[in-house]
């Protein structure tokens, strides 16, 4: 998934017209309204679940919606809408029995139907949705995603109001945790055909989640509150939910200081010391599956057809100087594309690894002179990022390093999240850019995927026919290991590519009231505000 990087004791009450009275209360459903405040780096694009791309819109979507299942605090799969389900021997059919008491936020049933709605809807070609990729192991999925046939052939069928079948055209081990994404989860079909394409905005989305949209103040604030329908409602205890739109790390932090929010969505760099001695205690880092990139265009001149410069480029990026000076939040230095600690998988790394820096250096020059540059005709590129301290002080880094090791001239781009996701998209303007990939499922295929033709988070344009071979030899097997060892190919042909530039590994980093309980770390950073509750302030 692609993502833009990101009181003490008492929590400050925030009068506002709409909003309820009182603060705090210790969060059960019979106590004065508990409100959670929690940090959102950058504005969601949409609420449309199949118009979203970034972490920041899957945030608040986890708290709208809910798909067939889900994950625990601690981040174990587990049931969601569907409270159990059934999968054939040979892997191909998968039957999900949805909850009796499954409601919409506006008092219907949620039904089998609603799913298959939402799923067609998903890999319809008129929604052009970025993850329509998710169900390309469904039947017809692909073909449908390529225009050849009608969504209505898409392999998801309602046996009855509660049952769902979903059949496959091959094993996919990974299924369950893929339902878990809010690309999957229902839509309501009415709310769709009385709004339109508006049906996503405050006063007219209708949610299965345990909140419900109420207000988005763009660039402000987006506020939530419990969906009195919603099957788990009495084990909700957080009745309010304000996800702040903080774009500023250091903003964040104060707003945390101050008691102004009970989460943050990140840790500034350079006060992540001083927070780690003065909140120790509040301070939650935790490995990720995440990784931080820059990516090549490679539809396009300096970069397509010439791996040599892709090459030099990424091996005169310091990564070690970058996490121990720069980062400092404890993430670790990336020469795979896959991070480690993947279930199952083994990440192929660079050959130029176990080098020392000045040795790649030295390599990089050669490889850059071979790809036609030289002192006297340096490299002349763009490079973009979205707007960020943290952003702002890798890319300067990268920027010398360049200059230094190559003599690169680099103009730096400062961009909106939202106009650098468009020009990623459309490979029209983009040179080098700022991105990442925070795995959606603890699998490789979720990193691995992305760099097939087909994917629309296929940023750089890569495309490699062994490539693809590999990852379809892969999808085909049964056999757990013999997939993986064909996974594991195809990251090391991919790499051999330099299609793009892996940079460092994520950690999970927060800053968590001591007054939130319920929270969980877990690799995949989901944290839903329904798992959570609110002390009372001392």
């Known amino acids: 998934m692609l993502h833009a990087m990101q009181h003490n004791r008492l929590l400050i009450c925030i009068v506002a017209l709409s909003v309820v009275a009182g603060c705090g209360g210790s969060g059960g459903a019979g106590d004065a309204t508990s409100i959670l405040h929690r940090g959102l780096s950058t504005e969601p694009e949409s609420l449309d679940a199949h118009k979203t791309q970034s972490i920041q819109a899957a945030i608040v979507l986890r708290d709208l919606g809910e798909g067939l299942a889900a994950y625990t605090a601690n981040g174990e799969l587990t049931a969601g809408a569907a409270e159990r389900w059934e999968v054939s021997d040979d892997g191909l059919q998968y039957t999900f029995h949805l909850r009796a008491n499954a409601k919409w936020s506006n008092g219907d049933e949620v039904t089998a139907e609603h799913f298959v709605f939402a799923l067609r809807r998903l890999v319809s070609p008129d929604t052009a949705a970025f993850y329509a990729q998710f169900l390309g192991d469904v039947r017809y999925a692909k073909a449908i995603i390529s225009g050849a046939k009608e969504a209505a052939s898409l392999g998801v069928a309602a046996l009855d109001e509660r049952t769902l079948l979903i059949t496959l055209e091959r094993p996919t081990p990974y299924l369950l945790n893929l339902l878990t994404h809010p690309a999957t989860f229902p839509m309501h079909p009415g709310a769709i055909a009385e709004y339109g394409e508006s049906f996503a905005r405050a006063g007219k989305l209708v949610t299965n989640g345990a909140y419900r949209l109420v207000e988005w103040i763009p660039g ?162 763009e490079l973009r990022y979205n707007t960020s301290d943290t952003q702002q002080r890798i890319a300067v880094a990268i920027e010398s390093m360049w200059r230094d090791v190559l003599g690169v001239k680099t103009t730096l781009i400062n961009e909106e999240f939202q106009v650098l996701l468009a020009n990623m998209r459309d490979r029209e303007v983009t040179q080098v850019f700022r991105s990442s990939w925070l795995g959606d499922y603890d699998d490789a295929h979720t990193f691995l995927s992305i760099m097939q033709p087909e994917n629309a988070a296929n940023m750089p344009g890569y495309v490699s026919e062994e490539y693809d071979s590999l990852m379809e030899r892969a999808a085909g097997q049964v056999d757990l290991d013999r997939r993986r060892l064909f996974l594991e190919e195809a990251e090391r042909v991919m790499l051999a590519d330099h299609p793009v530039i892996p940079i460092y590994f994520y950690v999970n980093k927060h800053l968590v009231s001591p007054r939130v309980l319920g929270w969980g770390d877990n690799v995949l950073d989901y944290h839903y505000s329904h798992h959570l509750s609110l002390k009372a302030a001392e």
Do not use: C
């Open 220 to 381: 402000s604030v987006i506020t939530l509150r419990r969906n009195e329908h919603y099957w788990n409602n009495a084990q909700t205890a957080i009745d309010e939910v304000q996800h702040h739109v903080l774009t500023q790390e250091m903003t964040e932090l104060a707003r945390y200081r101050a008691g102004e929010l009970h989460i943050t969505s990140s840790v500034p760099p350079d006060s992540f010391a001083q927070v780690r001695t003065e909140l120790g205690d509040q301070l939650r880092v935790f490995p990720s599956l995440g990784v931080y990139y820059y990516g090549y265009n490679l539809t396009k001149p300096p970069f397509r057809n010439n791996p040599e410069l892709r090459q030099a480029l990424s091996m005169a990026i310091d990564r070690e100087l970058l996490v121990e000076k720069i980062t400092l939040r404890g993430e670790s230095p990336a020469y795979s594309w896959v991070p480690p600690g993947v279930h199952n998988y083994q990440p192929t790394v660079f050959s130029y690894a176990p080098l020392t820096q000045d040795e790649r250096n030295n390599i990089a020059r050669g490889l850059y002179q071979d790809a036609g540059y030289s002192e006297e005709h340096p490299l002349r590129v």
